[in-house]
């Protein structure tokens, strides 16, 4: 899962487990840290921000009720950073799959598109935008996808598309009534 609407419950449940294992917090969970949703993913963002992020930790940590430690903080922060970067990384095979497929079919020895991008965790996390780019010009090095952030929000993204496929639908079935009509003839 890549979506900014379940990267901080992964998160949540990965600090679970590994305070039920011994690993973090003395072996200690909070009742707040057991509460599925208590861990966001704007916390994530908030612990990777570079410079503030062991403070933003500190705080977060201590909302939650947790009796933290340094090497907890430290924790904290790679589990973070790896269920984000885990995001990107799905994030960009996937890009790069679809771009290299095009490129492929098309005969092209280089393919260059624009991708338009929505949603928060793109927008607001601090190291996302930029391993989603590196990891698509390394998984298709033939390629170049310019990332646009849109401004419609994906609604309306959502809609257009789904108007888009209507309009297919409804020509290929125009196509098919002609079809079914020259056999009908003959």
């Given at each position: 899962m890549i979506?900014?609407?379940y990267l901080g419950e992964i998160v949540?449940?990965?600090?679970?487990?590994?305070?039920?294992d011994g690993l973090l917090f003395q072996g200690q969970v909070s009742d707040q840290l057991q509460t599925p949703g208590a861990f966001?993913?704007?916390f994530i963002s908030e612990?990777?921000?570079e410079g503030s992020g062991p403070q933003h930790t500190e705080r977060i940590l201590t909302g939650l009720s947790l009796r933290w430690s340094a090497v907890d903080l430290r924790a904290v922060c790679l589990v973070c950073d790896a269920v984000s970067s885990r995001a990107a990384r799905l994030c960009a095979a996937a890009l790069a799959a679809v771009a290299n497929r095009i490129r492929t079919n098309r005969g092209l020895q280089q393919f260059q598109t624009t991708v338009a991008v929505d949603g928060t965790v793109y927008k607001k996390h601090?190291?996302?935008?930029?391993?989603?780019?590196?990891?698509?010009?390394?998984?298709?090095?033939?390629?170049?996808?310019d990332?646009?952030?849109?401004?419609?929000?994906s609604g309306k993204g959502a809609a257009m598309v789904t108007a888009v496929a209507q309009r297919n639908a409804a020509q290929s079935h125009l196509i098919d009534d002609e079809e079914d009509e020259d056999q009908d003839q003959n």
């Open positions: 979506s900014g609407m949540r449940l990965l600090l679970v487990r590994m305070a039920q966001t993913t704007s612990v990777e921000e601090p190291n996302f935008k930029a391993e989603l780019q590196d990891v698509v010009q390394d998984l298709a090095p033939q390629c170049t996808l990332f646009l952030v849109s401004v419609d929000g």
